[in-house]
C-alpha cells in the first residue's frame, strides 16, 4: 500500500493538469472505492495475489487524493485569508479514527470484511459525487506558460528536489511524521513493556495520543492565525521534546500521559502547515505539494523500522530518542514555512511572521 501511495505521489500532478481537480479527485476516489470492493471479493475468493494488487491499487488512489486535496485545501485557505489547513488535517485524523471504529463494531457484531468493505466501497462511491460537485475545475498549472512535454514536466518536478525552501519544509515533514509514524508503530508497546501497563492502559494512552492530535489540529488554526507558521511549529516541535523526554524517562504514569499529549501536539502542526507553504512556494503548487509529501510519507514508512533496529541494541525507551532528535532538526527548519514573498496577499497578512533574525 506504501509503494502504491508513493507512485500516487509521482503522478498526481500530472493527473491533475490533465483530468482537472473536479474528475481528479473524483477519478481518485472512485479508483480507491472499486479497489474496496474488488478486495472484498478477493477475501470471499481467498485469492492473496488479488489483495495484494488491491492494496497497491487503493495506496495509488490515496497517495494521488493526498496531494490533490492538499493543493485545493491551500487555495480555499488562501482565498479565505485564515488558516484552515489544519482543521481539514484535524478531519482526516477524525475519519481515521471513524474508520478504526467500524472496523471495531463490524468485528463486534460479526460482519464479514468481504461484507464490511462492499458496504465502504458504495459509501465512498457516492461520497465521491457528492463532494466533487462543489470542487472548481481548474489544474492549477503555472499561469502563462507554453505546454510541456512529459520530459519537460519531468525535469520540473525534479527540479523540486533541488529547491532549498522545499528541502527544508521537507526536514519539518521528515521530523513531525518519523514522530507521528513512530507513535503509531511502537506507542502502546511501550507503554506496556516500558512502564509496566497492562494491554489495555497502553490502548487508552494511544487513545490519547490520536485524539490530542486531532483537537490540536482542529483548534489550532486562531493559534497559526496569531503567532504566524513558523512560531506554531516551533511552539509544537518544542511541545514534542520534552513529551518525549517526559514518556522515556518518567516512572509516574500521569507524567507519561502528558508526556503522549504533548507528543501528539509535536506532530500536530508541521504537515498540514508544510503543506500549506509548500502549495504557495512557487509555481506549480502540485509539483511542490508531491515534493515534501514524498518526504513525509518516507518519514512515516521508515520510522518504526528505525526504531524497531535502534531498540534492538539499546531497548525501546531508549531508542524513542531518535524521535527527539528529529522534533529538533524539524524545530530548526521550520524558518522555510515563512510565506513565500509571492503568496497572495491576504494570504500573507494573516499569517504574521517574525523577522529573520528574530
Not at 526536514?171 to 508497546?189: I, P
Not at 512556494?281 to 533496529?309: E, H, K, M, Q, T
Request: with cysteine; aromatic share 6%.
Amino acid at each position: 500500500m506504501t509503494v502504491g501511495a508513493i507512485i500516487g505521489l509521482l503522478v498526481s500532478t500530472a493527473v491533475l493538469h490533465r483530468l482537472g481537480s473536479r474528475r481528479a479527485i473524483m477519478a481518485a476516489l472512485l479508483l480507491v472505492a472499486t479497489a474496496m470492493a474488488v478486495m472484498g471479493l478477493a477475501l470471499i475468493l481467498r485469492s492473496v495475489p488479488l489483495l495484494a494488487a488491491d492494496f497497491l491499487v487503493i495506496g495509488l488512489g490515496l497517495g494521488t487524493l493526498d496531494v490533490l486535496i492538499n493543493v485545493e485545501a491551500a487555495a480555499v485557505e488562501r482565498s479565505a485569508g485564515r488558516t484552515l489547513m489544519p482543521m481539514m488535517h484535524g478531519a482526516w485524523s477524525a475519519g481515521a479514527a471513524a474508520g478504526s471504529g467500524i472496523g471495531a463494531a463490524c468485528a463486534a457484531l460479526g460482519v464479514s470484511p468481504a461484507a464490511q468493505l462492499i458496504a465502504e466501497s458504495a459509501l465512498i462511491a457516492a461520497a465521491a459525487f457528492v463532494t466533487a460537485a462543489g470542487i472548481p475545475d481548474g489544474n492549477h498549472a503555472p499561469a502563462a506558460q507554453p505546454a510541456q512535454d512529459r520530459a519537460a514536466k519531468l525535469r520540473q518536478w525534479l527540479r523540486g528536489w533541488l529547491d532549498w525552501r522545499l528541502l527544508l519544509i521537507g526536514v519539518v515533514m521528515l521530523g513531525v511524521d518519523f514522530g507521528e509514524g513512530s507513535a503509531n508503530s511502537w506507542l502502546t508497546l511501550a507503554v506496556r513493556d516500558g512502564h509496566g501497563q497492562t494491554a489495555a492502559v497502553a490502548a487508552l494512552f494511544f487513545t490519547a495520543f490520536a485524539a490530542g492530535e486531532a483537537l490540536a489540529r482542529i483548534f489550532g488554526g486562531p493559534v497559526v492565525d496569531r503567532l504566524g507558521r513558523v512560531r506554531t511549529v516551533r511552539a509544537s516541535t518544542a511541545l514534542g521534546i520534552i513529551g518525549v523526554a517526559a514518556f522515556i524517562e518518567s516512572p509516574n504514569r500521569w507524567i507519561v500521559l502528558v508526556g503522549v499529549l504533548m507528543w501528539a501536539a509535536g506532530v500536530s502542526m508541521g504537515f498540514p502547515l508544510g503543506m500549506s507553504a509548500a502549495a504557495e512556494s512557487g509555481p506549480d503548487p502540485a509539483a511542490r505539494v508531491s515534493v515534501v509529501a514524498s518526504i513525509g510519507y518516507f518519514a512515516n514508512l521508515a520510522g518504526p523500522p528505525a526504531v524497531g533496529v535502534l531498540a534492538e541494541s539499546a531497548g525501546l525507551l531508549p531508542s524513542l530518542w531518535l524521535i527527539a532528535a528529529l522534533f529538533l532538526a524539524a524545530f530548526a527548519a521550520a524558518g522555510a514555512l515563512r510565506p513565500h514573498p509571492a503568496a497572495t496577499a491576504p494570504a500573507a497578512t494573516n499569517h504574521p511572521e517574525p523577522d529573520p533574525g528574530t
